[in-house]
Structures are given as structure tokens and as C-alpha cells.
């Protein structure tokens, strides 16, 4: 099963690490979203300790 559901998440950054974090991803031909939505999945399947996470999270697509 997959998210089915959206969120948004604000975040402050620097204006010069945002404009090369967009031009690493467009040179990735990736969208920011997309790779902020691979580290949170990352990061929280790393950290999640006794947590039992939902199989679509275990995922890594």
C-alpha cells in the first residue's frame, strides 16, 4: 500500500543552499520533494527503533 495522503512540511534554509540543492536535483532530473521525501523515509526508517512500521514505508521506491 502506498501514501494516499499529502502533507505539507515548511522548512527554513539558507538561499544559497536552497538554489544548489534545486540545481543538484534538476541535474538528478529530480524534484526537491522527491528527494526530501527519500531522506525523511530514510531517516525515520534508521530511526524508528521498537517502532513498527507500515509495510509500505519498509519500501524503498
Do not use: H
Not at 522527491?34 to 519498509?58: C, D, F, H, M
Amino acid at each position: 500500500m502506498k501514501e494516499s495522503r499529502t502533507a505539507r512540511l515548511t522548512l527554513l534554509i539558507d538561499p544559497q543552499k536552497k538554489k544548489l540543492f534545486e540545481e543538484i536535483c534538476a541535474s538528478k532530473d529530480l524534484t526537491p520533494s522527491q528527494v526530501v521525501r527519500r531522506l525523511i523515509r530514510q531517516y525515520v526508517q534508521e530511526n524508528a527503533g521498537s517502532r513498527e512500521l507500515p509495510e509500505w514505508l519498509k519500501d524503498n521506491d
